[in-house]
């Protein structure tokens, strides 16, 4: 069997250094102003510092692999990993987003539009709370109540 083996290293070429770009996945180009990548209808989230950069997406399994290449065109190394999601969805890691962006759903404050609103929400910070759960819970007559 050596003599065999040897003789038939000879007609098989050899593996290539470098994979084919095609082994990484789908070339994608992540978004200049948010650092997202579209594979399937879905957007998938990749650290920050990749805008505009090029990069590779592969299904594998449940989940999706995303890779770029160093900027010497050398190594290929997976930047982000994602379980699989839903068309017209993304699929955002916290650990992506840049650090003076907020984490969670934004804090929101009612801003007075009259007179009667300013004096109301200048009484204390709990008028602001009162205020927005009034209007959460679809209460009515809301304008009338601050002016008493």
């Given at each position: 069997p050596?003599?065999?083996?040897?003789?038939?290293?000879?007609?098989?070429?050899?593996?290539?250094?470098?994979?084919?770009?095609?082994?990484?996945?789908?070339m994608r180009k992540v978004e200049p102003n948010m650092p997202i990548v579209r594979f399937n209808h879905c957007g998938y989230s990749v650290p920050a510092k990749y805008?505009?950069?090029?990069?590779?997406?592969r299904s594998v399994l449940d989940e999706i692999v995303i890779v770029a290449q160093d900027k010497a065109g050398?190594?290929?190394s997976e930047i982000a990993r994602h379980r699989r999601g839903e068309a017209f969805s993304y699929v955002i890691d916290d650990a992506h987003k840049e650090k003076d962006h907020p984490s969670g759903p934004l804090t929101r404050m009612p801003i007075p539009t009259n007179e009667i609103q300013a004096k109301f929400l200048s009484i204390t910070p709990d008028a602001s709370q009162w205020l927005i759960r009034a209007c959460n819970s679809g209460a009515s007559g809301i304008e009338s109540s601050i002016a008493d």
């Open positions: 050596s003599v065999v083996l040897k003789s038939e290293a000879m007609t098989f070429h050899g593996l290539p250094k470098v994979p084919y770009l095609a082994a990484y996945g789908v805008r505009r950069e090029v990069v590779y997406v050398g190594y290929v």
